[in-house]
C-alpha cells in the first residue's frame, strides 16, 4: 500500500456495521430480582418452627420480621444477615398489609434470599397471600413454607380438641373487621374465634340469640403455646364475667363447644411441674442456655441474671510455664474440675498452635459428666471419673496412690478457678502425688442486676432460685441479698448445698447429679409434688411466689 493511500485511510476510518457496534457496546445489566420464601413460625413457642423454616433462615441474606416475638428465630441466621423491621403502618389491616407488602417487594429488590417471617401460618388468617400477590405483581418469585396455625395449635396447647368422635364439624371466625351473621352456624358445631376478646359481649349475646345454649362450654386462652399461657373456662352467659374475674387482658383463642369440656382431662401444657413459674438463673451468660432450655420443657419461665464473670488470670505465666511442662513430660495426670478449666487450657493450646496431641502419655481425670463432656470434644476420652459423687470428694476416692514402681512421675498438674476449695489438692498430696496447683480462670463478681430483679429476689416475686455452684450463692446473696422466704431453693449438689445452708437459706431440691439438666429434673419434681399434694388436700394450684412465707428462710 502507498504512502498516500496509508494516509488517507487513517484520515477516513471504515464504518462500522450496526450489528457489529451493536454487540461490543457495553450494556448495564439490571440487577436480578431477590426471591421471597414466607415462613411461618408458629404461634408463640419457638420450637414449634418446622425444620424447613429454620433451613431457609440459616440461607438468608435478609429477614423481615414484625417484631420481638421472632427474635428467637434469629438465632438460625448466618452472621451479617440484615434484619428489616416489617411492623407495617398504623391504621387499618389493609393499611398494614400494604405497607408489609410494598416492604417484602423493597427488600427483594436489593436483596436475593429473603425470608419473611410470618407468626402462624402464612396463608391462613395472615396476611402472606395478600403479600405474595405483591411480589407476583412485582415479577418477584417466592414460595411459602406453612407453619402452625394458632387456630389448631393453641386449642391443643389448652388440651381442648376440635374434633373428637361425633364433633366433626368445626368452623372459624375471625371477628377483626367485620360484623358476621351467626344465625347461618349450627349450634351444635365448634367455634374457634379470633380477634373477638374485645367485641366478646356482643358475640355471645349474638350467638345465645342465634340459637346457641347459653351453656355451652367456652374456653379463652391467651399467650398460647407460650408459658405465660393462661385459659378461662366458663359458658356462653358467663364468659365475660369470668374472664374479668380472673384479671385475664390480651387477645385470646376463643372455643366455643362441647369439645371445651375434654380440656378436664385432656390439660398438658398448663400441668406441667413448673408452669408459669419464674425463675431465677443465677450464672455466667454462656452457661446458661441449657438449664434455660430445660426449665422451659417445664413450662417455666427462666431469667438469667449473670453473678460471675469468668476472666483469665491475673498472672498468665503460672499457665504458661505448666503448659509447657504438659508439653515437656513434667506430669503424668492431668485434672479437669470443670467445663471452665477445660476451656481455658484449650484456649492456652490454641495460642501456642497445640492440639491434643500434646496430652500423648497422659492420663485425664474429669470431676462429672458435663467435664468429661467438654474433654470428648477434644476427641479424648478421660481416664478417671468418680464412680460415685462427682465432686472433688469424689474424684479424690477414686484416684489411685502414687506407686513409685508403676508411676514414673509423680506430678499432677491441677488448672482450676481462683476461689476453688482445697479439697482435691489436699487428698492427692494425701495418695503421695505432688500437685501444680495452677489458677487457669478467675471469677468474678458480676455488677449487681436491675433495682426491679433486686426487688423481685427480696420479696419473693420468683418462685424459685437454682444455684448452680457454691460461688452463684455468694454472688447472688451479695449483688442482690437473700431470696425471699416463699422462694423454692433449688441446688447442683452437696457443696453448693453446704454454701446456701451457710447463707440461711433452706433448700428444697437437688440434683442427683451435678449437671444443669438433673438440676431442672429435680425442681421439676420438687414441683410435681407439691402439685399432688396441693390437689390431694382439695387446695387449688398456686405458685410459691403466691404462697408467702413470713419469715426468712433458716437453715
Request: glycine share 8%.
Amino acid at each position: 500500500m502507498s504512502s498516500a493511500k496509508t494516509a488517507a485511510a487513517t484520515k477516513a476510518p471504515q464504518k462500522v456495521p450496526a450489528k457489529i457496534a451493536a454487540s461490543t457496546t457495553t450494556v448495564k445489566q439490571a440487577r436480578p430480582l431477590g426471591h421471597v420464601t414466607f415462613v411461618g413460625v408458629g404461634p408463640g413457642d419457638p420450637s414449634l418452627l418446622t425444620l424447613a423454616g429454620r433451613d431457609v433462615l440459616a440461607n438468608a441474606d435478609a429477614v423481615v420480621v414484625e417484631g420481638p416475638e421472632h427474635e428467637p428465630f434469629l438465632a438460625y441466621c448466618k452472621p451479617g444477615v440484615e434484619i428489616v423491621a416489617g411492623s407495617g403502618a398504623e391504621g387499618s389491616r389493609a393499611l398494614k398489609v400494604a405497607a408489609r407488602a410494598r416492604l417484602v417487594v423493597k427488600t427483594a429488590k436489593s436483596a436475593a434470599n429473603v425470608v419473611r417471617l410470618l407468626t402462624g401460618d402464612p396463608f391462613t388468617f395472615s396476611s402472606g397471600a395478600e403479600e405474595a400477590v405483591a411480589c407476583r405483581k412485582a415479577g418477584i418469585g417466592f414460595n411459602v413454607i406453612p407453619g402452625v396455625s394458632e387456630v389448631s395449635a393453641v386449642p391443643a396447647y389448652a388440651g381442648i380438641p376440635l374434633t373428637m368422635k361425633g364433633e366433626r364439624e368445626v368452623t372459624v371466625l375471625d371477628l377483626a373487621e367485620a360484623k358476621l351473621d351467626f344465625s347461618r352456624l349450627h349450634p351444635k358445631q365448634t367455634l374457634v374465634l379470633l380477634n373477638a376478646v374485645d367485641v366478646l359481649k356482643e358475640t355471645t349475646a349474638a350467638l345465645i340469640e342465634a340459637g346457641f345454649d347459653a351453656g355451652t362450654a367456652v374456653a379463652a386462652t391467651v399467650g398460647g403455646t407460650t408459658t405465660a399461657q393462661t385459659s378461662v373456662v366458663g359458658t356462653l352467659g358467663t364468659i365475660v364475667a369470668d374472664l374479668r374475674a380472673a384479671k385475664v387482658t390480651g387477645e385470646a383463642v376463643v372455643v366455643v363447644g362441647s369439645v371445651v369440656e375434654q380440656r378436664e382431662s385432656l390439660s398438658w401444657f398448663e400441668t406441667k411441674p413448673l408452669f408459669g413459674w419464674r425463675i431465677l438463673v443465677p450464672r455466667t451468660k454462656d452457661q446458661a442456655g441449657p438449664l434455660m432450655d430445660r426449665l422451659r420443657r417445664y413450662g417455666a419461665m427462666p431469667e438469667e441474671v449473670p453473678t460471675i464473670s469468668v476472666e483469665p488470670p491475673r498472672n498468665p505465666q503460672q499457665m504458661d510455664k505448666a503448659i509447657r511442662g504438659l508439653v515437656e513430660g513434667r506430669y503424668e495426670w492431668v485434672a479437669f474440675t470443670s467445663v471452665n478449666a477445660v476451656k481455658a487450657v484449650r484456649e492456652k493450646f490454641d495460642e501456642y498452635g497445640l492440639d491434643a496431641r500434646a496430652f500423648s502419655g497422659l492420663k485425664i481425670a474429669a470431676v462429672g459428666e458435663k467435664t468429661a463432656e467438654a474433654i470428648g470434644a477434644w476427641g479424648i476420652r478421660p481416664d478417671l471419673l468418680p464412680s460415685g459423687e462427682q465432686s472433688a470428694a469424689g474424684l479424690v476416692e477414686d484416684w489411685p496412690p502414687f506407686d513409685e514402681v508403676l508411676d514414673p512421675i509423680n506430678r499432677v498438674f491441677l488448672p482450676r478457678a481462683d476461689i476453688a476449695t482445697e479439697t482435691l489438692v489436699a487428698g492427692l498430696t494425701d495418695l503421695g502425688w505432688e500437685v501444680d496447683d495452677v489458677t487457669a480462670y478467675r471469677t468474678v463478681r458480676a455488677a449487681p442486676p436491675p433495682a426491679p430483679t433486686r426487688e423481685a429476689i427480696k420479696s419473693g416475686k420468683f418462685d424459685a432460685v437454682v444455684f448452680t455452684s457454691s460461688s452463684t450463692v455468694r454472688n447472688l446473696v451479695g449483688i442482690a441479698g437473700k431470696p425471699h422466704a416463699s422462694t423454692v431453693i433449688a441446688v447442683i449438689g452437696p457443696a453448693t448445698l453446704k454454701t446456701a445452708e451457710e447463707h440461711g437459706l433452706r433448700v428444697d431440691a437437688m440434683a442427683e447429679s451435678p449437671s444443669a439438666e438433673e438440676l431442672a429434673d429435680a425442681l421439676a419434681r420438687f414441683g410435681a409434688d407439691r402439685r399432688d399434694t396441693m390437689l390431694e388436700a382439695g387446695e387449688p394450684v398456686t405458685r410459691p411466689s403466691e404462697r408467702r412465707s413470713g419469715s426468712r428462710r433458716k437453715s
